[in-house]
């Protein structure tokens, strides 16, 4: 079981960065693959950034060169670093956290949300 709250949200002009941090409970969270979906207004959940125990990356075409995803396991963090902040960058960011178990079936978990608005 993994409990997760994100931080670091707000309002911010078209150009500039934003940090999200991610912090989580419950479990060894090195195991766990962890990323950021974020959900626009009408629009489905989409895949923003994941990052895997080693540390390999991936991101959605939409944030390439200005999104960075990390994680810091010894404090059991994860963070998105947002920069060039476009206005359809706006959306409801959540945390995730994926467990592969040996039996290969997947749980995941879900943090509640940050509000991310890019607008002049």
């Known amino acids: 079981q993994v409990q997760l709250v994100e931080s670091g949200g707000g309002l911010v002009q078209p150009g500039g960065s934003l940090r999200l941090s991610c912090a989580a409970s419950?479990?060894?969270?090195?195991?766990?693959?962890m990323g950021w979906y974020r959900q626009a207004p009408g629009k489905q959940r989409d895949l923003v950034a994941v990052i895997t125990s080693n540390e390999r990356t991936n991101y959605a075409d939409s944030v390439k060169g200005r999104f960075t995803i990390s994680r810091d396991n010894a404090k059991n963090m994860v963070y998105l670093q947002m920069n060039s902040l476009k206005p359809e960058d706006t959306a409801v960011y959540y945390c995730?956290?994926?467990?592969?178990?040996?039996?290969?079936?997947?749980?995941?978990?879900w943090g509640q949300g940050t509000q991310v608005t890019v607008s002049s």
């Open positions: 419950g479990s060894i969270f090195s195991r766990y693959v």
């Open positions: 995730n956290a994926r467990l592969d178990r040996v039996d290969y079936t997947v749980i995941n978990y």
